[in-house]
């Protein structure tokens, strides 16, 4: 088997005992790039030269046994939303084409510290604002399951690369699904950590309040182990939360008989695939047969006004985050204006794309005098029920089983006009971001058309540990975290 096709966790192993290099591992990833990326449009930018440089770092820590970790030469892709200093971060936007930040962030940082191999940067939805990839300006990703299906979004580009091996693992960001989503519709594990458990300084901002910068990979294992180096405290980051992380790689195995799990009932109503249903139902009751007590009869009665109040929210914040790109500190400027007041308009007008102006117009508006109290306010308060939902079911469950979204990955151009139907692809993933929980999405299955399924898994605040332990029980029962796609053609 080639080098890109294994597991974070064994390629480590192998790393150990000095059976391949980080060179070796790297190249061998790099060509699978320069193989399939221009079918399935993963990477925006790849930095061969630089991945190689450090790569060559990792083998002289390995061989000098200096401060080795369990990604010490292990090749890792970024969002491109995620700050890299001196390698161009987009936002998958024009208005930021060409920009490279002189700083990295935090993450990207310990990343570096524990000797880890950057490979690129990966497409997605413009600012994060999609459910599809479809919104970015620069090329479309396709699903390696599916090549004329979405990947997802808005971190497509980084559940892609992994599913189609373009990347050992990858960091993406979770706004409102924005990870586990995709994570389903490419059939790999994506994680969503607690609001705070890893910074956010460095990533470029769509809603402060509610994204969160998390792992995409093969396995939960690799998972626990990426999360382990990006989790804790980061004085940089007003909303970084002190408190230890553990050890979660060597925390998985637990078992879980006598465990409480919660189904809740508006996660299984209208709108749901039906294929889906039963391949979620199939794996709680995998979970229940490992001596886990299934409840069924648990309910989060606010889960629908999750979307209206998401929307109203997130897009406020946006409208404030997204200020800042005016064509005069940096990023695109237009040209040739009549004025200061033309300049601001026109370079916002060409820079960014028709769903970041929508999203900037209705979170303006939502903010606007004689508004805010019917709509941010409102929204604001409706988010406190929500948290609240998840408290009382918390106080009996442990951890919470659900669909990811309600459909397999959808066909490209079959919502990218209406965006009502896009924004509900979220619905049974907002909730948690509303309330900043932990969760994750990890393959339960297949649909007849060969499709990826994901299950949702949902812990109580800062319970990572608890989270990727009954995720990693029902991985071994499942089996279904290792299948690859085969790619065969280009996208047309």
């Not at 929980?437 to 393959?443: E, F, K, N, T």
Request: aromatic residues 8%; glycine residues 10%.
């Amino acid at each position: 088997m080639e080098l890109y096709n294994y597991s974070l966790e064994n390629l480590g192993e192998l790393l150990d005992k000095g059976e391949i290099s980080a060179v070796e591992l790297t190249r061998s990833v790099l060509e699978r790039i320069s193989a399939v990326d221009d079918t399935i449009g993963s990477y925006l930018t790849v930095d061969a030269e630089g991945a190689l440089i450090q790569a060559e770092s990792a083998d002289v820590r390995r061989r000098k046994r200096d401060n080795v970790t369990p990604l010490t030469g292990i090749p890792v892709g970024l969002k491109d939303l995620i700050s890299t200093a001196g390698l161009q971060t987009t936002c998958a936007s024009k208005i930021l084409a060409g920009y490279r930040p002189e700083y990295d962030a935090t993450v990207v940082s310990r990343l570096r510290s524990a000797g880890a191999v950057i490979t690129g940067k990966l497409n997605m939805d413009e600012f994060a604002m999609g459910s599809s990839t479809e919104n970015s300006a620069f090329q479309k990703t396709c699903n390696p399951w599916a090549l004329d299906r979405v990947p997802g979004g808005s971190s497509g580009g980084s559940t892609a690369a992994v599913a189609a091996a373009t990347a050992i693992a990858t960091l993406g960001s979770d706004t409102g699904g924005s990870i586990r989503q995709p994570a389903s519709f490419c059939g790999v594990v994506g994680m969503k950590p607690t609001y705070g458990r890893v910074s956010r300084y460095g990533l470029i901002a769509f809603a402060s309040s509610l994204d969160q910068i998390g792992p995409v990979t093969l396995t939960v294992a690799d998972a626990a182990l990426l999360l382990g180096v990006i989790a804790g405290h980061d004085a940089c980051d007003s909303t970084s939360v002190d408190l230890p992380v553990a050890d979660y790689y060597k925390r998985l195995k637990n078992d879980i008989r006598g465990l409480k799990i919660g189904l809740p009932q508006e996660y299984f109503g209208a709108g749901l695939d039906s294929e889906v249903e039963v391949l979620v139902r199939s794996a709680c009751g995998q979970l229940a047969a490992a001596g886990a007590l299934v409840n069924e009869a648990i309910s989060l009665p606010h889960t629908d006004y999750a979307v209206a109040c998401y929307y109203l929210l997130a897009t406020a914040e946006a409208s404030s985050n997204l200020a800042r790109y005016d064509g005069v500190k940096y990023g695109f400027r237009a040209e040739n204006t009549d004025g200061l007041l033309d300049m601001y308009r026109q370079t916002r007008a060409q820079g960014f794309g028709d769903e970041v102006k929508r999203r900037i117009m209705l979170g303006t508006y939502a903010l606007s005098s004689g508004y805010y109290d019917a709509y941010y306010r409102k929204a604001q308060q409706v988010r406190t029920l929500i948290t609240r939902d998840f408290e009382k079911v918390f106080a009996d469950c442990d951890v919470i089983v659900a669909p990811v979204c309600p459909t397999p990955a959808f066909a490209f151009g079959e919502k990218v006009d209406d965006p009502l139907a896009m924004y509900l692809s979220d619905i049974l993933t907002i909730p948690v971001n509303l309330a900043g929980l932990p969760a994750i999405s990890v393959p339960c299955g297949f649909t007849k058309s060969g499709l990826p399924v994901g299950l949702q898994i949902i812990a109580r605040p800062f319970a990572e540990e608890t989270l990727l332990n009954v995720a990693w029980q029902y991985e071994q029962l499942g089996g279904w975290s290792r299948r690859r796609p085969e790619i065969k053609k280009k996208a047309v």
